[in-house]
């Protein structure tokens, strides 16, 4: 491959990471990759000596940048609530978002009958994570722990762990597949027993 082959090449990474961000539904994703994919075309642009095009990509990098530290530094309020497994809005906040949770937890099956407690997360009061399991003797065991797409930042998970000992809970298990999760379990304190996690409280 020649180098001008290569240059084209490093365009189309750039242009092509833009536009890929935009389909992001979690804003800081969105930003992270819309940034790359304009560090890239900015450099791209000034090999071919194109500084319009590289002064625009800087600012959409400054401006990335800044809205990514403006949302690090902010902390989301959220609140908790405790619901009836039979709760028709429950229900209808696992039926809105039930294709990405089949997504993350391939082959659940989300009407949950043996669940006997729940939980859901709200941010300004829009449901952001639900939780359904079984308790039994301050063990949840953990049917699911979902959080929407816009909020899938470790926040809520930290959130509600925090609030689960309020409720007698000694210690949490999972014991479902960790194909999409193992970021999240490590990075809330669940440690791998051996076919299940477990998050002591």
Known sequence: MDSKAIIEAV??????????SFFMVSVVKLRVVNTI???????????????PTAIMNFILVFI?????????????SYDFVE??????????????????????FPG???????????????HKGT???????????GVLDLLLDYSTPEYRD????????????GKGIKSVTYRGSDENH????SKTGFVNKGGYYEKVL
């Open 182 to 185: 193992k970021a999240y379990l």
């Open 154 to 165: 470790f926040s809520i998970g930290n959130f509600l762990f925090s609030k689960l000992p």
């Open 64 to 76: 990335n940048i800044y809205h990514l530290v403006k949302l690090s530094n902010t902390k989301r």
């Open 11 to 20: 365009g189309y990474i750039g242009s092509a990471l833009v536009v890929i």
């Open 37 to 51: 994919g304009s560090v890239i075309f900015m450099v791209y642009a000034l090999i071919i000596h194109s500084y």
């Open 108 to 122: 659940t099956v989300i009407d949950f009958p043996n669940a006997n407690v729940g939980y859901v997360v709200c």
């Open 127 to 137: 449901p952001a994570g639900i939780v359904i399991g079984t308790l039994k003797d």
């Open 83 to 104: 619901v009836n497994t039979g709760d028709k809005l429950l229900h209808y906040a696992i039926d809105t978002y039930s294709d990405d949770i089949q997504k993350c």
